[in-house]
Every structure is written in structure tokens, then in C-alpha cells.
């Protein structure tokens, strides 16, 4: 039976988690709605999702929310947190189609990364989190439907600008795959 989660990739969630939170905490700039930020831990945490898929991407934006909560708040808001690990996991399931590590990532990629995290940030924002601020918390619907629209826009805005960059950056560094080509001996 295969190991699916290499130790790079158990590194790579912890590493993750950490600099997750440092950008959610740190990095964030507030919003006139209450509990609600532009932040740009979501660009990072989709750069993670498509290097490492998505059983990183939903770790990380489970531990990295988690932590960011407790550091913050005290306590963790369950609702926001399983969202955060959606888009984590949601975003981590194009790593395959992408193929970020082999270095590519031109306008077609783009899209498709694209897709995904609007994908990603409506599922989790404007349904899941408010909805489970309803159901575990009792939060009023007009008030927490609101909150989820704004940081899924938010969050999508951050991550088609700050993930895309950074996507961009990542496949720059690496190696296309068959552009090493062996040359043969001249003898």
C-alpha cells in the first residue's frame, strides 16, 4: 500500500500552517464588516494547495485558520475554519491538471487555477461558513451571509492577484520537463 503523505509534504504542512497564520494575523487589512479581512494568507495558501495538493491544502487551511484563531481570539470559530480548509482542498485538487513542478504555467493554466479558486472561495464562502455559523453558533442569517460575501470576494480578488503571482513565480523556478535534452558524444 502506497503512502500518500510523504515527509515533504507532512514539512510542507506544518511550514504551511505557520505561515499561514503569520499572514492571517500580520498581513491582513480589516474591513468596515465586523470579523471580516482582505487577506492575503488565501494567495499563500493556494501557492501551497497546487505545489503540494490537496491533502496539504486542506491541512494547512485547517491548522492555519485554527492557529490564527487561537492566537487572536482565544478561542477557534469552527465554521470559518472548515471553510478555510475547503478552499485548501478544493484549489489542491488542481495540482494534477496544473502541473506547477514541471514549470508550466502560462494563460491556460491561469484559467483553470482560476476556476478552481472561484470554485473553491464560493463553496466555502458564501455557503458552507454561513451556513455552519448558523447551525453551530446561531448566528443570524442576514448577518453571516453578508460577512461570506464579502470575504469570498475578498478572498477570490486575493487569490486570482496574489496566488496567481505567486503560481507564476513558483513555475518560472523550476525546470520545464524536456528541456534538459542529453546531447550526444562527439567523438
Known amino acids: 500500500m502506497k503512502n500518500n503523505l510523504s515527509i515533504k509534504t ?30 492575503t494568507a488565501y494567495g499563500f ?21 485554527t492557529l490564527t484563531d487561537l492566537t487572536a481570539y482565544g478561542s477557534p470559530w469552527f465554521s470559518w475554519i472548515i471553510a478555510s480548509a475547503i478552499v485548501g482542498l478544493v484549489i489542491g485538487f488542481s495540482a ?5 513542478n514541471e514549470g508550466e504555467f502560462g494563460k491556460k493554466e491561469m484559467i483553470l487555477f482560476n476556476i ?9 464562502w458564501f455557503v458552507v461558513a454561513p451556513s455552519l455559523d448558523i447551525l453551530i453558533y446561531a448566528e443570524p442569517a442576514n448577518k453571516v451571509y453578508v460577512q461570506g460575501a464579502v470575504a469570498g470576494f475578498l478572498n ?26 542529453r546531447e550526444d558524444d562527439i567523438a
Not at 491533502?55 to 485558520?65: L, P, Q, R, T
Open 116 to 124: 478552481y479558486q472561484f470554485v473553491a472561495n464560493a463553496i466555502a
Open 96 to 100: 494534477k491538471r496544473l502541473k506547477i
Open 45 to 65: 495558501l493556494a501557492l501551497m494547495a497546487v505545489i503540494f495538493g490537496p491533502i496539504a491544502g486542506v491541512s494547512i487551511g485547517f491548522i492555519g485558520h
Open 156 to 181: 477570490m480578488i486575493t487569490v486570482a492577484v496574489l496566488g496567481t503571482i505567486l503560481l507564476y513565480s513558483y513555475a518560472k523556478s523550476r525546470v520545464k520537463k524536456g528541456s534538459l535534452d
Open 10 to 39: 507532512i514539512v510542507a504542512i506544518g511550514i504551511g500552517s505557520a505561515v499561514f497564520m503569520i499572514l492571517a494575523r500580520f498581513a491582513a487589512i480589516p474591513t468596515p464588516i465586523p470579523n471580516t479581512t482582505f487577506n
